[in-house]
């Protein structure tokens, strides 16, 4: 007799990579399509940065103040905390503090706070890496979309160096790692991907 899935198929899908690599334009446009099998939820991220031209609270982030972040931190209100740039993120524990959970989620975060969620879950976490051809590649890609100072730039492309240094020492711990050259062809290898570990187990 065939068996229904349980909870205990749902997954976490965690997306990271370089900057300028496309992790968000990715994941927005994952959640983003209709009449698909996937059903993810998104684990909306906290920030202590302001919001960039286009960006909805709520949706894209929460957006809170130093001081709200130390709270929800204390009241261990996050799975993970990261500071880039001067700013802090986290990632809620909101959904994920109950074992059983009611959904499949994603994530997008940087690269150490993907290995920590994978730590924290290691069954049922699949971490996904989205690189770009080159790193001058991803250089371009920023300098184009116009929204960082030179400083910011400058530190962008020396993250950028220190996550791929840091993904390659722990690339045995990624399920995935797509080359987003060609914006549908590393949609489509991401929807396979997650349609495939979210397939019903019979």
């Known amino acids: ?56 609270a ?40 109950n074992p059983n959970w009611d959904s499949n989620y994603l994530v997008v975060t940087d690269i150490k706070g993907a290995i920590a969620l994978k730590d924290l879950f290691p069954d049922r976490t699949k ?13 371009k890609r920023l300098i184009n979309r116009g929204l960082d100072s030179l400083e910011t730039l400058e530190q962008r492309f020396e993250r950028n160096l220190a996550d791929l240094t840091f993904f390659m020492k722990h690339q045995n711990r990624f399920s995935l790692a797509v080359t987003n050259d060609n914006f549908a062809n590393a949609l489509k290898e991401l929807y396979n991907f997650i349609s495939q570990v979210t397939k019903p187990v019979q």
Request: include cysteine; glycine fraction near 8%; aromatic fraction near 12%.
């Open 1 to 56: 007799m065939k068996q229904s899935p349980t909870k205990k198929h749902y997954h976490l899908f965690v997306i990271t990579g370089l900057s300028g690599a496309g992790k968000t334009s990715l994941a927005d446009e994952l959640l983003n399509q209709e009449g698909t099998p996937l059903k993810l939820k998104k684990l909306v991220s906290y920030t202590t940065r302001r919001p960039r031209p286009g960006e909805t």
């Open 58 to 97: 709520g949706k894209d982030y929460f957006f809170i103040t130093e001081q709200e972040f130390a709270a929800l931190q204390t009241a261990q209100g996050f799975l993970e905390t990261s500071c880039y740039n001067g700013n802090f993120y986290a990632t809620p524990s909101t959904h994920l503090k």
């Open 127 to 139: 971490l996904i890496f989205i690189d770009v051809a080159s790193l001058e590649e991803a250089q």
